[in-house]
């Protein structure tokens, strides 16, 4: 099964809806999401997409938002989180190196294995909320994934050419 991005309009699904969503999961105490709405916060994460509040509580309800979605794979919450596996995961990953390689048309072609949040969402650009995560330390999502997709015989059930 392959999980798509469900956001279709930044103005309902991104800022209106997560807050909620991560209550709802349990990811996010009650007290953060009331103050997220009592000051009628925005986050949008660019500018291109609106404009996001920077009052002193809505920063400090996003920052406590995006701190408890760190370890998180937002497109994924419900696949089950066990908190040291993707650090340690990720710190092999890094040490052993993330370029992986398969055959492609006869060649040897390398790849770079899975992604960090930060890099599959480079738009997020708010450095007050960023600079409070170690990148160094951000959980490496999908290398299974990015694995599989390479595959010979999954390239070519998927009917992927060999110039991609």
């Known amino acids: 099964m392959m999980v798509g991005n469900g956001c279709t309009n930044w103005n309902v699904d991104t800022s209106p ?13 009650k007290r953060v999401l009331d103050s997220y709405e009592e000051n009628n916060c925005k986050y949008y994460g660019d500018p291109t997409f609106g404009k996001s509040s920077t009052s002193p509580a809505c920063l400090k309800a996003e920052a406590t ?19 040291t596996t993707l650090l340690d995961k990720s710190k092999k990953l890094r040490s052993e190196g993330r370029m992986g390689s398969t055959i492609i048309g006869g060649e040897v072609k390398t ?38 997709m390479n595959r010979a015989d999954v390239r ?6 060999d110039s991609v």
């Open 17 to 29: 809806a997560l807050p909620e969503t991560l209550y709802n999961f349990q990811i996010i105490p």
């Open 65 to 83: 938002i995006q701190k408890m979605l760190y370890n998180l794979n937002i497109y994924d919450l419900y696949r089950a989180v066990y908190p």
């Open 111 to 148: 790849y770079k294995r899975g992604m960090t949040m930060s890099e599959y969402t480079p738009w997020l650009k708010n450095k007050r909320l960023t600079s409070q995560l170690n990148q160094e330390e951000e959980p490496i999502l999908g290398d299974y994934f990015t694995d599989y």
């Open 156 to 161: 070519k059930a998927f009917n992927i050419p």
